[in-house]
T-cell receptor
Framework: GAGVSQSPRYKVAKRGQDVALRCDPI?????LFWYQQALGQGPEFLTY????????KSGLPSDRFFAERPEGSVSTLKIQRTQQEDSAVYLC???????????FGPGTRLTVT | DQQVKQNSPSLSVQEGRISILNCDYTNSMFDYFLWYKKYPAEGPTFLIS?????DKNEDGRFTVFLNKSAKHLSLHIVPSQPGDSAVYFCAASAWSGGGADGLTFGKGTHLIIQP
């Protein structure tokens, strides 16, 4: 079946612009995670949903970052008033219920100029 | 404070030999460990995992060993093949509140298989 998909794959934003990144998880996967990967680093956890409920948002770096999953399927990560330090690859992952393994999408590379 | 550490940024191994990638962790709450493989411009791909109640898990050419007392795990690839050239990430998780937490990743090791 289809894997996790993310769009857009690349996004260039001017400093101060708002951006929205989309994630389509694997069909039927209950859990959805967002990660931020800076150059040369491992992915860092941002937030986690189980169905439509956001259970953990402890990794969101500031209140400019907001994520939602209103119908328990597609998720959107929104970054308001982007800053240069927001430049990174944003990865989405999904997993079935009650398992640890997560399956990642290709990521969205965000460049803030 | 890095809770998962991969101290070798890169590793070069001859084709056909064994590749050994190492990972250390500090958080005693971690109860599950995973290895991911990543090619450029792609997302990480799940490779193999191990629960903290085991000390070894094997899947084809890939074996993961866990030493809980030392808080150390390693990934062995035998024999190494050119397609194994990639960045390998070690990750750890804990179970809480009815689900697995987000993964904590190391910085990765770039494995290069020499022909």
């Amino acid at each position: 079946g289809a894997g996790v998909s993310q769009s857009p794959r690349y996004k260039v934003a001017k400093r101060g612009q708002d951006v929205a990144l989309r994630c389509d998880p694997i069909s039927g996967h209950v859990s959805l995670f967002w990660y931020q990967q800076a150059l040369g680093q491992g992915p860092e956890f941002l937030t986690y949903f189980q169905n439509e409920a956001q259970l953990d948002k402890s990794g969101l770096p500031s209140d400019r970052f907001f994520a939602e999953r209103p119908e328990g399927s597609v998720s959107t990560l929104k970054i308001q008033r982007t800053q240069q330090e927001d430049s990174a690859v944003y990865l989405c992952a999904s997993s079935p219920r009650l398992v640890y393994e997560q399956y990642f999408g290709p990521g969205t590379r965000l460049t803030v100029t | 404070d890095q809770q998962v550490k991969q101290n070798s940024p890169s590793l070069s191994v001859q084709e056909g030999r064994i590749s050994i990638l190492n990972c250390d962790y500090t958080n005693s709450m971690f109860d599950y460990f995973l290895w991911y493989k990543k090619y450029p411009a792609e997302g990480p791909t799940f490779l193999i995992s191990i629960s903290s109640i085991k000390d070894k898990n094997e899947d084809g050419r890939f074996t993961v060993f866990l030493n809980k007392s030392a808080k150390h795990l390693s990934l062995h690839i035998v024999p190494s093949q050119p397609g194994d050239s990639a960045v390998y990430f070690c990750a750890a998780s804990a179970w809480s509140g009815g689900g697995a937490d987000g993964l904590t990743f190391g910085k990765g090791t770039h494995l290069i298989i020499q022909p």
